[in-house]
């Protein structure tokens, strides 16, 4: 006996497990690459990318809190040129698919940035990063309405030829409507949930310890809303989840596949354990093997 498939097709993927850091969460992929060889993951996420270089937002811009982690980076990067000519040809040659986060502040500025990935070769799938909360102009404007999504997505998906996930924001009334504005719009599939608005204040200076005030909350403490937020997006949508928010262990990423995600992605474990996606994998495949389940199909959606 050969053990589980943990195989996972997805949107014209192949992915030899359904387990992916989160964009944000993993850099370009170097730095973990020292720890264990990439292609054991299902996939690579990067961090988002944007049209030209940005610096960030002002620090502080993390802090930790119970139950995770509080973040108010700005989508800081190199570039989309820097990353098409430095990062992504590494990550081409680690034998895992390459999933790119790419953001912008106006339409135009996505439907560049996504036609230049697609065009260049080197990466297998879109992230559209249409949900980030913590920059003052772009990313959750178009993540909370239907329409600017919808209309959004329609011109991205005309100057792409590869897969295109939408990343969406819980930040919203009713995640249900926005899964379904991406799908109508030609997403392949959609990833959920990014992190959710939080603040943390300094009783000593009676101030907010970042200086953004406000920054994205993820971790153990998300999970529970984020598992619901799947399960409610699993019952309206035809197009295949990826699912995250606090995942850390296998039992963690199970609930999600159960909830009605195909994959997951992981991606505040990964600074508290930089070995944190193979061991999830490994769990994975132990809980499968000590409860008979031969695919994850057998699992898949099976609490809806």
Same mark, same amino acid.
């Given at each position: 006996?050969?053990?589980p498939d943990?195989?996972?097709?997805?949107?014209g993927?192949?992915l030899?497990n359904?387990? &992916?850091?989160?964009?944000? !969460?993993?850099?370009?992929? *170097?730095?973990?690459?020292?720890y264990?060889?990439?292609?054991?993951?299902?996939?690579?996420?990067?961090?988002a990318?944007?049209?030209?270089?940005?610096?960030?937002?002002?620090?502080?811009?993390v802090?930790?809190?119970?139950?995770?982690m509080?973040?108010?980076?700005?989508l800081?990067?190199?570039?989309? +040129?820097?990353?098409?000519? /430095?990062?992504?040809?590494?990550?081409?040659e *680690?034998d895992?698919? =390459?999933v #790119? /986060? #790419?953001?912008?502040?106006?339409?135009?500025?996505?439907?560049? #940035?996504? +036609?230049l990935?697609?065009?260049?070769?080197?990466?297998?799938?879109i992230e559209?990063?249409?949900? !980030?909360?913590n920059?003052?102009?772009g990313g959750? @404007?178009f993540? #909370?309405?239907?329409? %600017?999504?919808?209309?959004?997505?329609?011109?991205?998906?005309?100057v !792409?030829?590869?897969p295109?996930?939408?990343?969406l924001?819980?930040?919203v009334?009713?995640?249900?409507?926005?899964a379904?504005?991406? *799908?109508?719009?030609?997403?392949?599939?959609?990833?959920?949930i990014?992190?959710?608005i939080? &603040?943390?204040?300094d009783?000593?200076?009676r101030?907010?310890?970042?200086?953004?005030?406000?920054?994205?909350?993820?971790?153990?403490?998300?999970?529970?809303v984020? =598992?619901? &937020? =799947?399960?409610? @997006?699993?019952?309206?949508?035809?197009?295949?989840i990826i699912?995250?928010?606090g995942?850390c262990?296998?039992a963690?990423a199970? +609930?999600f596949?159960?909830a009605?995600?195909s994959?997951?992605?992981?991606? @505040?474990?990964?600074f508290?354990?930089?070995?944190?996606?193979?061991? %999830?994998?490994?769990?994975?495949?132990?809980f &499968? +093997?000590? /409860?008979?389940?031969?695919?994850?199909d057998?699992?898949?959606g099976?609490?809806l």
């Amino acid at each position: 006996m050969s053990g589980p498939d943990l195989s996972v097709k997805l949107a014209g993927l192949s992915l030899k497990n359904p387990v &992916m850091p989160a964009s944000g !969460c993993f850099g370009f992929g *170097q730095e973990y690459a020292k720890y264990y060889p990439l292609h054991q993951l299902g996939a690579v996420v990067t961090k988002a990318v944007t049209r030209q270089p940005r610096q960030g937002n002002p620090t502080p811009r993390v802090t930790e809190v119970k139950g995770g982690m509080l973040n108010a980076i700005g989508l800081a990067n190199p570039g989309v +040129e820097h990353v098409l000519a /430095n990062e992504l040809p590494w990550l081409a040659e *680690q034998d895992v698919p =390459v999933v #790119v /986060n #790419v953001a912008g502040e106006t339409a135009a500025e996505y439907v560049e #940035v996504a +036609e230049l990935v697609s065009k260049s070769g080197l990466a297998a799938a879109i992230e559209l990063n249409v949900s !980030c909360p913590n920059v003052k102009a772009g990313g959750i @404007t178009f993540g #909370v309405d239907p329409q %600017i999504l919808e209309s959004l997505v329609k011109e991205v998906r005309s100057v !792409c030829s590869i897969p295109l996930f939408v990343k969406l924001s819980p930040n919203v009334a009713d995640i249900r409507e926005i899964a379904l504005a991406a *799908q109508s719009g030609g997403a392949d599939g959609l990833t959920l949930i990014n992190t959710l608005i939080g &603040m943390k204040i300094d009783i000593k200076s009676r101030r907010p310890v970042l200086a953004n005030r406000t920054g994205g909350l993820s971790g153990p403490a998300v999970k529970p809303v984020a =598992v619901r &937020m =799947v399960y409610d @997006t699993a019952q309206v949508v035809d197009i295949p989840i990826i699912g995250m928010g606090g995942i850390c262990t296998g039992a963690d990423a199970v +609930e999600f596949i159960m909830a009605g995600a195909s994959a997951v992605m992981v991606g @505040t474990a990964n600074f508290t354990n930089p070995r944190a996606c193979p061991k %999830i994998i490994a769990e994975i495949r132990e809980f &499968m +093997e000590a /409860n008979g389940i031969e695919s994850l199909d057998e699992i898949r959606g099976c609490a809806l």
